[in-house]
């Protein structure tokens, strides 16, 4: 089954507001990382994170393994933040288990 | 700044076809995946590699093969392309170290007609 469970899979925000997406994992896992689907369609990375927090300009994210559970808030959204944003869930082995992603568009 | 390089960047093959993906990184990284990515599943491990020589599966290995014949270079291979393989398909390389940041090619547009 699906290690890692992402939402919403669709978030619609204005310009200047925020919200927050989630991932909840089935297991512990021993890191998080979060990425944003470019408009090339590369990934790039935004958070590592093996525990508590971090923030990078609007974005801010968290890491709880214990509760099994990560976030990434975005305040003040701006009109280029649109896009695809995926959780992913770093296991044994240094594999990866991602989430199914968050399509965001930001609205003016 | 890691650089992953994929080709081709788009691919049309046909059933029963063989395809060959290319995967290759300067980053020196140990480490190298193979994912594919469909709407509503995220991306999925296919195949992955420790190292030049090494190759495991991931989730979904059936019908692919990968090959690792140097640290910079890792291949994904169909055999017998089908239909169903139809996806986007990204490399990535990361570090065996604290932080195992991965780093992402620009991704592969596969359509198997």
């Known amino acids: 089954g699906d290690q890692v469970e992402q939402s919403p899979s669709a978030l619609s925000l204005h310009e200047g507001t925020g919200s927050a997406l989630r991932c909840n994992f089935t297991t512990t896992m021993r890191a998080v990382q979060w990425f944003r689907k470019n408009s090339r369609g590369s990934l790039i990375n935004l958070f590592y994170l093996a525990s508590g927090t971090k923030e990078n300009g609007r974005l801010k994210s968290a890491f709880d393994s214990k509760e099994r559970y990560s976030t990434l808030h975005i305040r003040d959204a701006q009109l280029e933040d649109s896009g695809t944003y995926f959780c992913?869930?770093?296991?044994?082995?240094?594999?990866?288990?991602f989430g199914s992603g968050t399509k965001l568009t930001v609205e003016p | 700044e890691a650089a992953v390089t994929q080709s081709p960047r788009n691919k049309v093959a046909v059933t029963g076809g063989k395809v060959t993906l290319s995967c290759n990184q300067t980053?020196?990284?140990?480490?190298m995946y193979w994912y594919r990515q469909d709407t509503g599943h995220g991306l999925r491990l296919i195949h992955y590699?420790?190292?030049?020589?090494?190759?495991e599966k991931g989730d979904i290995p059936d019908g692919y093969k990968a090959s690792r014949p140097s640290q910079e270079n890792f291949s994904l291979i169909l055999e017998l392309a089908t239909p169903s393989q139809t996806s986007v398909y990204f490399c990535a390389s990361g570090s065996w170290g604290s932080q195992n940041t991965l780093y992402f090619g620009a991704g592969t547009r596969l359509s198997v007609l």
């Open positions: 980053n020196n990284h140990n480490n």
């Open positions: 992913a869930a770093e296991g044994n082995y240094n594999v990866l288990y």
């Open positions: 590699s420790y190292g030049a020589g090494s190759t």
